[in-house]
């Protein structure tokens, strides 16, 4: 059984970073058959994907549009685990991120998820 | 980027009642479309797959049909465990996107 736990602060400053951490048990990060994502909610964007790194012979991220230029999706392979770095954090950024596996056609099947982290941008 | 479209994005229903709840993708999506179910305060949980494959312990009662643009979630005999919050998704391209969900609440 796979099982995804997320950790990280709930506040962050605007201007500042947003890192949070998911640790994979059940399975690798390094696994050729599966993707690593994050993915936030909110009640102004709804469900929405941030972005995904995956094992094939190298390591690949893809990334969504809207935060291209401020996000890091990372892997660990010695903790087994993931990382998010989401810089230069406003507001609109406010949400509940959730760490996710991805699996089956185009690994963007999310069959696992952690259990989300709120994550407020405020002074 | 491919827009699903979800309706309605709210509906009453009783228990043991049907419930029927629909997506529609802007681009042709194959059978890459998943349904989600999300409780308060909890993760999505997959449902379905592959527009009509149920995950491993969903009960029978869930079912999903449709292909190309136009999918269809149905909960026959509602159960109270049932009244939740539903997303489809699509994941046939990057970046995978959500439908803007809908709640079903009971009557």
């Known amino acids: 059984q796979v099982q995804l736990q997320q950790s990280g602060p709930g506040l962050v400053r605007p201007s500042q970073t947003l890192s949070l951490t998911c640790a994979i048990s059940?399975?690798?990060?390094?696994?050729?058959?599966?993707?690593w994502n994050w993915i936030r909610q909110s009640p102004s964007r709804g469900l929405e994907w941030l972005g995904r790194?995956?094992?094939?012979?190298?390591?690949?991220?893809d990334y969504a549009l809207s935060v291209k230029s401020r996000i890091s999706i990372n892997p660990d392979t010695s903790k087994n685990q993931f990382s998010l770095q989401l810089n230069s954090v406003t507001p609109e950024d406010t949400a509940v991120y959730y760490c996710?596996?991805?699996?089956?056609?185009?690994?963007?099947?999310?069959?696992?998820w952690g259990q989300g982290t709120l994550v407020t941008v405020s002074s | 980027a491919i827009q699903l479209t979800q309706s309605p994005s709210s509906l009453s229903a009783s228990v043991g009642g049907r419930v029927t709840i629909t997506c529609r993708a802007s681009?042709?999506?194959?059978?890459?479309l998943a349904w989600y179910q999300q409780k308060p305060g909890k993760a999505p949980k997959l449902l379905i797959s592959?527009?009509?494959s149920l995950e491993s312990g969903v009960p029978s009662r869930f079912s999903g049909s449709g292909s190309g643009t136009d999918f269809t979630l149905t909960i026959n005999s509602l159960q109270p465990e049932d009244f939740a919050t539903y997303y489809c998704?699509?994941?046939?391209?990057?970046?995978?996107?959500f439908g803007g969900g809908t709640k079903v609440e009971i009557k």
């Open positions: 681009q042709g999506i194959s059978s890459a």
């Open positions: 059940g399975d690798s990060v390094s696994s050729d058959s599966a993707a």
């Open positions: 996710a596996r991805g699996a089956s056609y185009q690994m963007l099947r999310f069959d696992y």
């Open positions: 790194t995956y094992y094939r012979s190298r390591w690949y991220n």
């Open positions: 998704q699509q994941f046939n391209s990057v970046p995978p996107s």
């Open positions: 592959d527009a009509s």
